[in-house]
Nanobody, 120 residues
Framework: QVQLVESGGGLVQPGGSLTLSCAASGFTFSSYFMNWYRQAPGKERDFVARVSSNSGWTNYADSVKGRFTVSGDGAKATVYLRMNSLKPEDTAVYYC?????????????WGQGTQVTVSS
């Protein structure tokens, strides 16, 4: 059974930094994407960033480009999100998602979420 556990959320002042982590257990796929999403109160869950487990290729939402950095350790099935220059509008519950495709089709696994609050 695949489980994703996130950590690193909390309260931070505007302009501050946080690093989120997400570790997967029971995940045996060799090639996959490690993704971060976020959901603010009353809004839909939005894509933030992703990294490929094999190539290290990354992709970001425009709203976080230049401020957030996603990195991953494919061998450990762990993904990180370094968030700098945080703004109040970054306040949300952050979720990690591991996704891959195999003979059974698309497989997606979500973490439980971790709260990030940016406030003075």
């Amino acid at each position: 059974q695949v489980q994703l556990v996130e950590s690193g959320g909390g309260l931070v002042q505007p302009g501050g930094s946080l690093t989120l982590s997400c570790a997967a257990s029971g995940f045996t796929f060799s090639s996959y994407f490690m993704n971060w999403y976020r959901q603010a109160p009353g809004k839909e869950r939005d894509f933030v960033a992703r990294v490929s487990s094999n190539s290290g290729w990354t992709n970001y939402a425009d709203s976080v480009k230049g401020r957030f950095t996603v990195s991953g350790d494919g061998a450990k099935a762990t993904v990180y999100l370094r968030m700098n220059s945080l703004k109040p509008e970054d306040t949300a519950v952050y979720y990690c998602k591991f996704s891959t495709v195999d003979t059974g089709g698309l497989r997606e696994y979500w973490g439980q979420g971790t709260q990030v609050t940016v406030s003075s």
